[in-house]
């Protein structure tokens, strides 16, 4: 063979190998990057419903995956209703879901959209509707002493927004089930009069009774107690599971193995509520927050979060 077709044919050749070198290399980069490897190169966004609970809950997953060497703005918490939430985990668009209250509170939208998500399974199994009273209220122990007790609560039992599940319940369920419709009123408010309302009396060492639910901070921060219900009134239990869009497990396979291994007392949810929702509404400072109560559990770290 001629000397310059020899040149030719092996820079062409070199020329073709580097090539097949090049697409290789970016393939096994690709396939590295889909598997999440400490979260390089992965982007999720985690869809919340403004309820503490899930507030709390999405922030110490964020900061989990950060500590894990997920990038901060890959990470992406987004606040919606709960409709456009399943909604957009149907479609693709939010890939998780921490708060979807079962088998009643999101029951609609898991019939409607059920069978495209995925169930990461339950992380709080005592989701309860409650009258709470302070630790320090010694002689009322039922929703049945209320009628009895009636002058010491000013006649009132502190409610939130008028629409809510809850009243309903209270109105139509536990007050004439244990004879208060005389004794006592419901009072209608908000949520923040609700809460507001338990911290003045709390703070005066007044009895108060309230509607609240668990999980909750409240029942931490105020030292608070559900009243017993012999009736049953009030017995609406649920459980709190994980939702993930399509597919969830098979591209985070390390998160959907922490999911469905993750639990939370009482006390470890109402800590981390406190903590988070006392840092205000600052995106940054609820992070924070988050990262701070894993500091103080380490040991809770360890055997749920330290391997995303």
């Known amino acids: 063979m001629p000397r310059k077709k020899r040149v030719g044919w092996f820079a062409g050749l070199t020329a073709m190998l580097l090539a097949v070198v090049m697409v290789s290399t970016a393939c096994g ?15 999720i966004n985690i869809a919340y419903i403004a309820w503490d609970e899930d507030i709390a809950l999405s922030n110490l997953y964020k900061a989990a995956l950060m500590k894990a060497g997920w990038k901060k703005d890959d990470i992406k918490l987004q606040e919606l209703d709960a409709a456009p939430i399943f909604q ?21 939208y898991w019939d409607q959209y059920g069978k495209q998500l995925e169930d990461l399974g339950t992380w709080y199994d005592n989701a309860t509707l409650g009258l709470a009273v302070p630790d320090y209220v010694k002689d009322v122990k039922s929703i049945a002493d209320l009628k ?33 419709d005389g004794p006592m ?32 901070w409240a029942y931490t ?5 559900d009243l017993e219900d012999p009736k049953g009134a009030m017995a609406q239990h649920e459980k709190i599971h994980a939702v993930g869009r ?17 639990k939370l007392d009482d006390k470890q949810l109402g800590t981390l509520e406190d903590m988070v929702h006392s840092a205000g509404s600052n995106a940054d400072a ?15 770290v360890k055997q749920h979060l330290s391997n995303l």
């Open 246 to 262: 399509k597919d969830f497990g098979k591209d985070f396979p390390n998160l959907e193995k922490s999911l469905k291994g993750i």
């Open 221 to 225: 921060r105020y030292k608070l107690h």
């Open 148 to 180: 009895e007790h009636a002058g010491e609560f000013g006649g009132q039992i502190v409610g939130i927004d008028n629409g809510a599940g809850e009243m309903k319940v209270v109105r139509e369920k536990a007050m004439p089930q244990y004879g208060l």
């Open 88 to 108: 957009s985990l149907s479609t693709g668009k939010s890939d998780l879901f921490l708060d979807a209250w079962l088998p009643i509170t999101h029951k609609s």
């Open 286 to 300: 609820q992070l924070k927050a988050a990262q701070q109560w894993m500091d103080k559990n380490p040991d809770f």
């Open 29 to 43: 980069k690709q396939s590295t990057n889909s598997q999440g490897t400490g979260g390089q190169d992965k982007k």
């Open 185 to 216: 009123k419901l009072s209608s408010s908000s949520t923040a009069s609700m809460l507001a309302a338990v911290e003045k009396a709390v703070n005066e060492k007044k009895p108060v009774v309230a509607t609240l639910w668990k999980p909750h």
